[in-house]
């Protein structure tokens, strides 16, 4: 009985199919299982075949560990809570953008008496959107 135990926690190269690697992969990946976790878990007995399945089947680049990668694929191999901060950044800088654009339509808009804020938002289809008016509102417009 003990031996039939021994047996099935042993797994010989040849039962590895390729939707176990990939689901021992996607687990490691996601930071579920370090992979020697993994090891032990599912009885592989290698201790680098995980580490070579990650490799071949995984989503990080692993041909040029020390080079510096680029912000595209820093994004690939990036966990959800990394992801989470990232995005939460590029929504900040996004938010500062919005806003200094609508100051520069504001002040042209006051200063040149243009209408940008008005024929912007006469334009759009929603309702949804809130209104703002120009802070000179149209004296230039009215001694036509």
């Given at each position: ?82 992801q989470i ?48 008016e120009p ?10």
């Amino acid at each position: 009985m003990v031996e039939a135990k021994k047996r099935v926690e042993r797994r010989s190269q040849r039962d590895y199919n390729l939707g176990f690697k990939l689901a021992v992969v996607s687990q490691v990946e996601k930071g579920e299982l370090t992979y020697k976790q993994a090891q032990k878990l599912y009885g592989i007995q290698g201790r680098s075949t995980v580490l070579v399945w990650l490799r071949k089947h995984g989503t990080l680049d692993w041909r040029y560990p020390e080079r510096s990668q680029s912000m595209s694929e820093k994004k690939v191999g990036e966990t959800p809570a990394q992801q989470i901060r990232r995005l939460e950044r590029e929504l900040s800088d996004e938010r500062l953008k919005n806003s200094i654009l609508n100051e520069v339509i504001d002040t042209v808009d006051r200063e040149k008496g243009t209408g940008y804020r008005k024929k912007y938002l006469e334009g759009r289809s929603g309702g949804d959107s809130v209104k703002k008016e120009p802070a000179s509102n149209g004296c230039a417009g009215a001694s036509e």
